[in-house]
Structure formats: C-alpha cells, structure tokens
C-alpha cells in the first residue's frame, strides 16, 4: 500500500463553465485512522451532475470552497479499522471525495453486499436507481397507461426512470440530445417515442409524441426543457423535480422557466421536489424490485465506467456537456 | 321590469394594461328564456383577478373574445323560469356576464339560501371562501405551529386565507402593499405579522418576518413575490398555487421566477396547482365550518361593494391595482 494519496482538488469555484483548469492533482501523505474512524481506499468514484451543483452553493450538502479535496460519492474498501462493525476488505459507499485514501467516521458507513458486476452497486443499486424508481413512483405515480416523459432520458438516472415507467404499464417518451441518444432510448430501452431537444422546438416535438398530453414529467434538466413539458401537461399531471443539469454548468440562470405559476394553476398540476436520502427508511423494498427486473432482463443497466483517478476533471466536465450513456464512474483502483 | 338589458362589452383584448376604453356600455333587448331555460336578473356581480386572465387565453375556461358581453360570475335572482326546480324569486350564483339581465339553462344551477347579508353568498360563503378553504387546507396543508405565508393578503381570498390559518394553530404573515393594509391585517385580522411588497426588499422581509423559514406558501401573485418566498421556504415546504395576479393585467411574462426547479429540488419542495371547482364534492363540510366561524366572530368578513353596473370596468381595474380591500363585487339592481 503506498504511503501517499493521489488526490483532485478543487482550485477554485468556477464563475462560468467548468473546465480541466478548476482541477489539480496533488499528492500528500495517507491519512491514518483515529479511534471510530476507517481508512478507506476508493474503488470506485460516481460522477453526478449534482457534483457541479454543489459548486453553486449550499443544497442538500454545504458548499464546496476552493482548495477542497472534490468532493463526491464512491464505493470504496476498508482498508484499516478502528470501528465497531467494519473489518478489512468490506465495501461501503461513502462521501470519500476524489482520492485514493480517505478516512471517515465509521459510524453511518453501511457494509454493501460483494456482487458481481461491483459497478452495479453505484448504478441500479445506488443511488442512481433509487432516485429513479423513488422519483418517478412516489413524486409522478404514473398510472398505467398514462404518458411519461423524462429528461437526460439516456443518462444515469434517465435510462432507468423510462424503463421502470414502461414496467408499470405507462407510455415512455425521453427527451434527450442528439440523433443517437435517441436511437438508443427506442431500440434498446423500450421507450415509445424520443423527442431529440437539439433538433429544435422541443415544445413542438413533444406535442407531436405526446398528443394528448403529458400526465407524468421526471425532470432532470430544469429549464427550457421544463418550459416545454409544462406547456404540454394534462390537468392534473406531477412533475418530479429531481435536477436541473442544464442550470448548473455556469452561474445560476437569471429566470425561471415560463408558465409558472400560471400553467400550475389553470392545469391543477403538481411540482415535487425530492432528494434520493429522504426515502432510504424503503430502500431494501425498493431494491428488492429492481433487482428482479434487473435478473429477469427487464431493467437494462447502462454504464460508462473511465478508467484513472486523474480522468475524474474530463469524467465530470464530460458528463455535464451530456457525453455519456448510462451511469458515469471512474475506476481509481 | 325594463324591457332593455345593459350590458358592458369588451371592445377587444387588451394587450397591455386593461383601461376603460377597453369596455363600452351597450343597451340591447331583453332576452326571454326558451324551455329549460331561466331569466335572470343580476343583483351582485363578484370581481376577480381571474377575469382579467380570462382575456389572456384558454385557462379552466374558453378565453374572451373582443365583442363579447365581459364575462363574470354573479348572485342573481331568477325573474321567469321555464326550467324544473326553479321558480322567481330563487338566488342563483351564475355565470351572467356583465349585464343585468341574462338568459342561461337551468341544469346546472343551485339555490342558494337567502341569506343576511346577501353578499356573504359572494364572499366567505362562495367561491372566494371555499377557494381560501380548500387552497390552504387541502394544498397548504398547515400544522400547529407552523409558519404560513399567504400573498394579496389583505384582498378576497387572501384575508380569509390568513384568518384559517391561524384558526388551524399556525402563525400567519401577510404580504400586501402598502401601510394601510399591513396594519389592517396585524390590528384587525389577526395576522402576526405583515410585510408591504412595495416597501423595498421582500425577500429580506420575509428572512426578517419569518426567521425560521416559511412552511406553508399561499401564491395570489406569483412574480417576484413567488420567487421571494421561494428562497425563504423550509425543508418540505409546500406552495398551494392559487392565482398570479401580478402577471395577469399585461401581456404574459416572459420568464417564470428564479429558484425553479433549483430550489423545488434542494428544499424537496410541493407545489400544488388549484381550482376550486375541483372541491365542490366537499362544499357542504367547508361552508358549515366557514358558517361556525363566521357565527363565533372567529372570522372576520370584509366586503368592498360597489354601486351600478356601469363602475364595473373601473372596479375591475381597481383591483387589479390593488385597491380593494376584501371581496369587492358590483351591486348591478
């Protein structure tokens, strides 16, 4: 085990878009574990698009700074323990940051099951397959037969809403950019219809896919793809308002979208804002059925998994220019 | 009974600001009812901010056209009926228009009692009093102990919205603009607390009169003040979406308030779009609580009536502006 930790700070919070230059890699001492603590080794570091919120100011979690070690999610490994309950060699998902070695409080840390691909526990059974099965069934309750639609539909959480809205009975159309994305999301995904919001009026196209309206929205964008959906959405439809990916690379926007609350209003709809850790008292049922989709075939997990700790600053600025398939990590041992 | 019927037109739709020449009196035959139908003569005609949303396009109602006889909801009086179950001298609550008399189809209209005073049945007893009852209680959701939050304060809805809720055991704050109107919601209506919009900084304002965050969010305006309690709301708070009546006297505008869906997501907020017609199954329960406070003096009701049919254009723009206090509603016979 090296002595020293590979780790990626954040230089600066930038004021415009993010690029290589906000970054560096460092190398320090590997911390060791005090009394309760574990020394944890990263194995594995998930790439969300709420690690660049949090350059935006205080959400769900206080601010990142300049000079701080990047924050984020990853599953990683007990390598040294000093608390109750973690030995050696168990895997836990934890806040470790974008480094090799960090040491975190035992306490709070859960011992994840060793399954076989390990990549799955940060896909469809981590946080990203919770957000979408507790976002989509308990903020929009789709109905059979009603008419879904989900933004980022190719992304992480994306790829997994449609299909678990198709499961439950409900037509799926995904917003998402460009022609291949959207070829995707039809052939391979099951979705009904994909609307392609880089070919033009998106409000337009989802009115041609969604004829007679949208019952259900899963928003992960936020903006004028929000605008568009609330445009087209039937009385009584619910929004899930799980991200806004298109506001984040840059400063706040200075509006929100239009129709609000107008459109709230006239179409009786209802917004429900939601963050993945309110539910966690249901996880095991959750994950419980995403499982059995997952072994009987029916849920297709997609993942873009880059290899180095040093690729994390390209991963992360490449994820919010909408690159990837899937769920995004980086593979740091 | 006069032979000739006074109605007041809408000249055409308004594009900026609704003004008096945007309206023209017409006198014209009376209508005499076919089978089925009744005549009714208008005794109040209820002014609502709705009625200038109607000019802005299709809502819960067909938008207006220029040529039209203004459309609103009115108490009237049946004069000759050649419909079942209605007889002369029965109170109605119809949708009459502006004019004094009005020719409408008899299914679909319900005696109301006649009760002292009459304008009640257009205040806390109508729409205006189930809209603030089933808004707040059904999309607000107040506890005990819980800060509430309710716009237009000191207008129709507004003034019974903030008097339930502290009948419900919550503190209440009012946004209104100007002294006047704060004072009258803290010494007469028991509000806790008020806030003048037009006095500066609303948002600060509100951080000041709600030091703990706002739970409960009842939107008249919509517009900046939306977007001030926006920012001030706590952890799962709720927005019952009434009205946006700072948006409706121009053209539509062109960007919703800042903080959506950002601050929906990060504060797992709910809002909740409303009509009140989608309650009506429960009328009957809300109208017998509204009647017990009423009776108790818990509840205070206040009325702005108007004289003559032909101040109906200028007590709409009146109010629009601002300047009524309670439910306003023109005394047309």
Request: charged share 25%; glycine share 12%.
């Amino acid at each position: 085990m090296s002595e020293l930790n590979r780790q990626i700070v954040l230089n600066e919070i930038p004021s415009g878009r993010l690029a290589s230059e906000h970054f560096r890699l460092v190398e320090s001492p590997r911390p060791t574990p005090d009394d309760g603590q574990v020394l944890l080794r990263g194995l594995y570091v998930s790439l969300d698009a709420a690690n660049r919120a949090w350059m935006q100011g205080a959400t769900y979690r206080s601010a990142l700074r300049g000079g701080d070690v990047m924050a984020g999610g990853a599953l990683a490994e007990v390598v040294e323990s000093r608390a109750a309950g973690l030995k050696p060699g168990d895997l836990v998902f934890a806040d470790t940051g974008w480094q090799e070695y960090s040491v975190l409080p035992g306490r709070g840390l859960t011992v994840a099951p060793r399954i076989e691909p390990l990549t799955n526990l940060l896909s469809v059974y981590g946080v990203t397959g919770l957000t979408a099965y507790f976002g989509l069934l308990d903020c929009g309750r789709p109905k059979a037969g009603e008419t879904v639609v989900v933004s980022a539909a190719a992304g992480a959480v994306g790829s997994i809403v449609g299909q678990i809205a198709r499961l439950k009975g409900a037509r799926v159309v995904g917003v998402a950019g460009g022609e291949a994305k959207c070829a995707l999301l039809t052939r391979e995904l099951g979705y009904d219809a994909a609307v392609d919001y880089k070919a033009g009026d998106t409000r337009r196209a989802l009115r041609a896919a969604c004829p007679d309206g949208i019952d259900v929205y899963f928003d992960n964008v936020g903006g004028d793809v929000l605008e568009a959906c609330l445009f087209n959405m039937k009385l009584h439809g619910r929004i899930a308002c799980c991200g806004a990916v298109s506001q984040y690379d840059g400063a706040p926007p200075p509006h929100g979208p239009r129709g609000v609350p107008g459109l709230i209003v006239t179409k009786r709809l209802t917004l429900t804002g939601f963050v993945v850790m309110d539910f966690y008292d249901r996880k095991d049922a959750a994950l419980s059925e995403l499982r059995e989709w997952v072994k009987s075939g029916e849920l297709k997990v997609r993942e873009d998994v880059i290899d180095g700790l040093e690729n994390l600053p390209s991963a992360l600025i490449g994820l919010l220019a909408g690159e990837n398939i899937g769920k995004r990590m980086v593979k740091v041992a």
